[in-house]
């Protein structure tokens, strides 16, 4: 028998390589980027068409480079960044291993030009599936253009297994973001086609992240990010992490050190830790935090496409980040002053001067009427009937049955909890509901005192009715004459377009005006004075999150969004009246004790726990 075994021809072997760097076009762009930040640009421009597949094109103003590199440079292993094994412990560069080039050459076709400032003339090489077509002296400009063209041309399978156009442009989106908060003192323009997506200019990581994730949300940025920051002779970590209150399902969370993008789940628990009591367990917080450290005591993933990285320091600098984060949410004192979400029994805010109780800050329209928000109104009942009526009701409560709500059961049976209905059993008189710091609504039952959050209650309220006018289709909408416009990043515009249908069912009108853009020209009846856009965004996060679940999960989104956008807020008086028809209609829903997003909404002292007290 003869010798069966052979070696493969080069243009193989490096496509087979090449499949551990160049995945999908977002990977070349990561690769492209990355070699014109080492480069030392300034300005960086990208140009991609059909979502990379045809065309990604990378131009900057860095270093350039010689005929000879720009000839080597394709090679595999080909790299001027580092020497020897012990640079890998030196990095500063973001490339080292010397493969991109040589990947991305082995399955597109490449146009290189690059010309260094002490040179007259450039260089242009075309190299296709490994093979050098031309190599010529040109005139160019200086700095460095790379053309990636019809990538996987000659891998049909690897082309097959791309995405969507829209899945394959959220790619490339990551990979820029990465890359573009961490050099923010680098320009950078985006453009997909002829329309650009990106104008970011040289600046500062905050005004880079709001010019990212901003654009017509950049006041709820601005508004929300807190700075950290702390220096030890270990490790000097700086950034922002967002208020608690701007907690999303998905947040935007980034850590970079020495100017690289990572991921790093344990670090990742520091910053969940601080933020434990604040938030939602099912949301998280928004951040950016930079660390910057020896690169000696760091270990940088050799794999090509791994984003994972080891310190020598873990465990000293989880705890350095988690008092950063706890000392900025501190100083901003997010901690709310009564917790609702604690179970157990509260603290009474006994023996407190007067003078150092600071009236909450809120931010209403005083002229805002909740209960005229609405088209439905019940009549206001009279107070006995109430509980009367809820006496005599012995249907079990549950849970709205299309909604599950994020907590292990809506039935909780501990003492300061109202879970079953025979809790409330009798009421004294109506002069006994009183408002507390114009915030929670106090009224008397005949197991103890009964505490309920306004704004909850009026959200489930309105939750529940919005559902049912989604659910039936009643929803009416209002023409609005001076249409608002949306502008939205590229990436959430390719998300908007996916809800529009069930917006326009629930009373939104809108127009595409191009550019990511739509002119917002009716308005469901329902939404309140509050800003159309900030609701429209605030809706847009939560569809992103349940954008792949079924359609009833995008309904109670969008109903959740609306009745929070419209429910009354902490901070508006209400008359005895009111009080008592919130109350009436609250334990009207079939789920009265939690919001649609799981929060508790009243909870009750016990006559017992109220005299231990005294
Ligand atoms: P690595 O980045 O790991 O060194 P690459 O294959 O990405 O490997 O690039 C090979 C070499 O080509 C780099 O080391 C660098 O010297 C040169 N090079 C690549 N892109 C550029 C650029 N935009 N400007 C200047 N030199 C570049
Ligand atoms: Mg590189």
């Given at each position: 028998?003869?010798?069966?075994?052979?070696?493969?021809?080069?243009?193989?072997?490096?496509?087979?390589?090449?499949?551990?760097?160049?995945?999908?076009?977002?990977?070349?762009?990561?690769?492209l980027v990355e070699n014109s930040i080492d480069a030392g640009a300034t300005f960086i421009q990208?140009?991609?068409?059909?979502?990379?597949?045809?065309?990604?094109q990378v131009v900057d103003n860095g270093k350039g480079m010689s005929e000879t590199d720009a000839r080597m440079a394709f090679e595999?292993?080909a790299t001027s960044k580092?020497?020897?094994?012990?640079?890998?412990?030196?990095?500063?560069t973001?490339g080292?291993?010397g493969?991109a080039l040589?990947?991305i050459a082995?399955?597109?076709?490449v146009e290189l030009r690059t010309r260094r400032s002490d040179d007259e003339l450039g260089i242009l090489v075309e190299i296709?599936?490994?093979?050098v077509f031309k190599q010529e002296t040109v005139q160019c400009d200086l700095g460095t253009s790379f053309q990636v063209?019809?990538?996987?041309?000659?891998?049909?399978?690897?082309?097959?297994?791309?995405?969507?156009?829209?899945?394959?442009?959220?790619?490339?989106?990551?990979?820029?973001?990465?890359?573009?908060?961490?050099?923010?003192?680098v320009?950078?323009?985006?453009?997909?086609?002829?329309?650009?997506?990106?104008?970011?200019?040289?600046?500062?990581?905050?005004?880079?992240?709001?010019?990212?994730?901003?654009?017509?949300?950049?006041?709820?940025?601005?508004?929300?990010?807190?700075?950290?920051?702390?220096?030890?002779?270990?490790?000097?970590?700086?950034?922002?992490?967002?208020?608690?209150?701007?907690?999303?399902?998905?947040?935007?969370?980034?850590?970079?050190?020495?100017?690289?993008?990572?991921?790093?789940?344990?670090?990742?628990?520091?910053?969940?830790?601080?933020?434990?009591?604040?938030?939602?367990?099912?949301?998280?917080?928004?951040?950016?935090?930079?660390?910057?450290?020896?690169?000696?005591?760091?270990?940088?993933?050799?794999?090509?496409?791994?984003?994972?990285?080891?310190?020598?320091?873990?465990?000293?600098?989880?705890?350095?980040?988690?008092?950063?984060?706890?000392?900025?949410?501190?100083?901003?004192?997010?901690?709310?002053?009564?917790?609702?979400?604690?179970?157990?029994?509260?603290?009474?805010?006994?023996?407190?001067?007067?003078?150092?109780?600071?009236?909450?800050?809120?931010?209403?329209?005083?002229?805002?009427?909740?209960?005229?928000?609405?088209?439905?109104?019940?009549?206001?009942?009279?107070?006995?009937?109430?509980?009367?009526?809820?006496?005599?009701?012995?249907?079990?409560?549950?849970?709205?049955?299309?909604?599950?709500?994020?907590?292990?059961?809506?039935?909780?049976?501990?003492?300061?909890?109202?879970?079953?209905?025979?809790?409330?059993?009798?009421?004294?008189?109506?002069?006994?509901?009183?408002?507390?710091?114009?915030?929670?609504?106090?009224?008397?039952?005949?197991?103890?005192?009964?505490?309920?959050?306004?704004?909850?209650?009026?959200?489930?309220?309105?939750?529940?009715?919005?559902?049912?006018?989604?659910?039936?289709?009643?929803?009416?909408?209002?023409?609005?004459?001076?249409?608002?416009?949306?502008?939205?990043?590229?990436?959430?515009?390719?998300?908007?377009?996916?809800?529009?249908?069930?917006?326009?069912?629930?009373?939104?009108?809108?127009?595409?005006?191009?550019?990511?853009?739509?002119?917002?020209?009716?308005?469901?009846?329902?939404?309140?004075?509050?800003?159309?856009?900030?609701?429209?965004?605030?809706?847009?996060?939560?569809?992103?999150?349940?954008?792949?679940?079924?359609?009833?999960?995008?309904?109670?989104?969008?109903?959740?969004?609306?009745?929070?956008?419209?429910?009354?807020?902490?901070?508006?008086?209400?008359?005895?009246?009111?009080?008592?028809?919130?109350?009436?209609?609250?334990?009207?829903?079939?789920?009265?004790?939690?919001?649609?997003?799981?929060?508790?909404?009243?909870?009750?002292?016990?006559?017992?726990?109220?005299?231990?007290?005294?």
């Open positions: 028998m003869s010798d069966i075994i052979h070696l493969l021809p080069d243009s193989v072997a490096n496509q087979i390589a090449a499949g551990e760097v160049i995945q999908r076009p977002a990977s070349v762009l990561k690769e990208i140009v991609i068409k059909d979502a990379g597949r045809t065309l990604i595999r292993h580092i020497k020897n094994a012990d640079d890998l412990f030196s990095l500063r973001m080292f291993r493969e040589a990947s082995a399955v597109a076709q296709a599936g490994t093979r063209k019809n990538l996987f041309f000659n891998v049909p399978a690897r082309r097959r297994f791309l995405k969507s156009d829209n899945v394959e442009k959220s790619h490339i989106f990551t990979e820029f973001y990465r890359i573009a908060l961490v050099n923010s003192n320009a950078f323009s985006l453009y997909d086609g002829d329309e650009e997506l990106f104008q970011l200019p040289a600046s500062n990581n905050k005004i880079r992240i709001e010019n990212i994730f901003g654009k017509n949300a950049k006041k709820r940025w601005q508004q929300q990010l807190l700075t950290i920051e702390t220096s030890t002779n270990l490790v000097r970590i700086y950034g922002y992490v967002g208020k608690p209150e701007y907690a999303q399902k998905s947040g935007s969370q980034y850590f970079f050190v020495n100017g690289r993008y990572m991921r790093h789940p344990y670090f990742h628990k520091a910053v969940l830790l601080a933020y434990s009591q604040m938030i939602q367990a099912s949301e998280s917080p928004n951040y950016f935090i930079y660390f910057e450290v020896d690169p000696q005591t760091i270990d940088v993933n050799i794999h090509p496409t791994k984003t994972e990285i080891k310190f020598e320091n873990e465990q000293a600098i989880w705890s350095i980040l988690s008092a950063a984060i706890k000392e900025a949410l501190g100083k901003f004192n997010v901690v709310p002053s009564i917790d609702f979400d604690q179970e157990g029994a509260l603290e009474m805010p006994t023996g407190m001067s007067v003078e150092n109780v600071r009236p909450p800050q809120t931010n209403f329209n005083p002229n805002y009427n909740p209960f005229g928000t609405t088209n439905y109104k019940r009549p206001i009942l009279n107070w006995e009937e109430l509980y009367g009526d809820f006496e005599k009701k012995d249907e079990p409560i549950e849970s709205s049955p299309t909604w599950e709500p994020n907590f292990d059961s809506p039935i909780i049976t501990t003492d300061s909890t109202i879970g079953q209905q025979q809790v409330i059993e009798h009421t004294e008189s109506h002069a006994d509901n009183f408002q507390y710091k114009n915030r929670y609504i106090i009224t008397g039952i005949k197991s103890g005192m009964l505490m309920i959050d306004q704004h909850r209650a009026h959200t489930r309220i309105l939750f529940d009715l919005f559902l049912s006018q989604i659910k039936n289709s009643h929803v009416l909408s209002q023409q609005v004459l001076f249409p608002e416009v949306l502008e939205l990043s590229p990436e959430d515009a390719l998300f908007f377009e996916q809800i529009i249908q069930d917006l326009q069912k629930v009373g939104f009108e809108f127009e595409p005006i191009g550019n990511n853009s739509f002119n917002i020209k009716g308005v469901s009846s329902y939404v309140g004075t509050s800003s159309v856009i900030d609701l429209l965004l605030d809706i847009l996060d939560k569809a992103k999150t349940t954008a792949a679940e079924p359609t009833a999960n995008l309904h109670e989104s969008i109903s959740l969004s609306l009745a929070e956008s419209s429910s009354l807020k902490a901070g508006q008086h209400l008359t005895s009246e009111e009080m008592c028809d919130l109350i009436d209609r609250l334990f009207a829903c079939a789920n009265h004790n939690f919001t649609p997003d799981g929060k508790k909404i009243m909870t009750i002292f016990t006559q017992d726990e109220l005299e231990k007290r005294f």
